[in-house]
C-alpha cells in the first residue's frame, strides 16, 4: 500500500493562503490523492481528491506534480475555522477493496 | 438521516467484556466502512462492506473483531473478549457506492475505553 509523509505541523495567518504538502512517492497508477481534515472530536471531513490534473472546489485546490509523487493542498483565504488537522491519502480501489490509507497528518494552526 | 449516526457515543467496559458499537449509515449509501483511531495518529482501516456483505475484512486485528450488515443499511461492530489496548475512537463512514469517487461521509465516532 501506498503511504503518505506530511510535516507534523504548520501555522498560518488568517487571511493568507496555506499550502500544505504532501509526499506520496510510492502510489500506484490507479491510486487517487483524497485530503480530509478532522477537527478535534469530530469524524474526518471530505475537502477534495485527484488522479492526476490539478482540483478545484469550493474548498480547496489541489496541485499534483506531473510525476503523481507528491501534492500541495491549498486553501486560498485561511480563517480560523480551518484549524485542524489535515490527512493527505491514497485511495485503494479494486474490485475487491476501497480504503482509505491515512498518514499521520498535518495539525494547521490558523492565527489571528 | 442527515449523516452518518454512531452510537454510544462512548462507551467505558471492562477488561474481557463483549462490546457492540452500531453505525447508522445515510439512507441509500450501499458502502459502508469501519476505521480505528487510536490517539495522536491517523484512522486506521479495518473492514469495507458492500451491501451486505463484507468485501474487505483485512483491517481486522484478529478474531476478537466482527462485522455484520445483514440488510444492507446499519451495521454493528463486535468485540469480543475486550483488552486496554482496543481502546480507542471507532469510526463509521458510508458513500452512495465503492465506484463513485466522491469522499466519504464519516460519523463523529464511538469512544471506546477499557479499562
Known amino acids: 500500500d501506498a503511504k503518505t509523509t506530511q510535516p507534523p505541523s504548520m501555522d498560518c495567518a488568517e487571511g493568507r493562503a496555506a499550502n500544505l504538502p504532501c509526499n506520496h512517492s510510492t502510489i500506484s497508477g490507479n491510486e487517487y490523492v483524497y485530503w480530509y481534515r478532522q477537527i478535534h472530536s469530530q469524524g474526518p471531513q471530505y475537502i477534495i481528491h485527484?488522479?492526476?490534473n490539478n482540483e478545484t472546489n469550493e474548498m480547496a485546490s489541489l496541485i499534483i506534480t506531473e510525476d503523481r509523487k507528491s501534492s500541495t493542498l491549498i486553501l486560498p483565504h485561511a480563517t480560523l475555522r480551518d484549524t485542524a488537522v489535515y490527512y493527505c491519502i491514497v485511495r485503494a480501489i479494486s474490485y475487491n477493496t476501497d480504503k482509505l490509507i491515512f498518514g499521520t497528518g498535518t495539525r494547521l494552526q490558523v492565527f489571528p | 438521516g442527515a449523516g452518518v449516526s454512531q452510537t454510544p457515543s462512548n462507551k467505558v467496559t471492562e477488561k474481557g467484556k463483549y462490546v457492540e458499537l452500531r453505525c447508522d449509515p445515510i439512507?441509500?449509501?450501499?458502502?459502508l466502512y469501519w476505521y480505528r483511531q487510536s490517539l495522536g495518529q491517523g484512522p486506521e482501516f479495518l473492514i469495507y462492506f458492500q451491501g451486505t456483505g463484507a468485501a474487505d475484512d483485512s483491517g481486522l486485528p484478529n478474531d476478537r473483531f466482527f462485522a455484520v450488515r445483514p440488510e444492507g443499511s446499519v451495521s454493528t461492530l463486535k468485540i469480543q473478549r475486550t483488552e486496554r489496548g482496543d481502546s480507542a475512537v471507532y469510526l463509521c463512514a458510508s458513500s452512495v457506492s465503492s465506484t463513485g469517487l466522491g469522499g466519504y461521509t464519516f460519523g463523529s465516532g464511538t469512544r471506546l475505553t477499557v479499562v
Open positions: 485527484g488522479l492526476k
Open positions: 439512507s441509500g449509501h450501499t458502502a
